[in-house]
């Protein structure tokens, strides 16, 4: 299983385009937007980006 990383992106922050990213795929399985790598995207990942927000 890959690490968390909050940054989706890989822009080198978390900004409000991953969570538009990760928003987008709530509720699918897509690996690169799992942010807390539990299998799936919900909201316990939109809450690991909000934690980790750079704007």
């Not at 990760?22 to 939109?46: E, H, K, M, W």
Request: with cysteine; charged share 20%; aromatic share 6%.
């Amino acid at each position: 299983m890959p690490a968390a990383n909050p940054d989706v992106n890989e822009s080198g922050k978390v900004d409000i385009v991953d969570m538009m990213l990760v928003t987008r795929f709530i509720g699918r399985s897509p690996v690169n937007y799992d942010a807390n790598c539990d299998g799936i995207v919900n909201t316990l990942d939109l809450i690991q980006l909000a934690n980790a927000w750079q704007p």
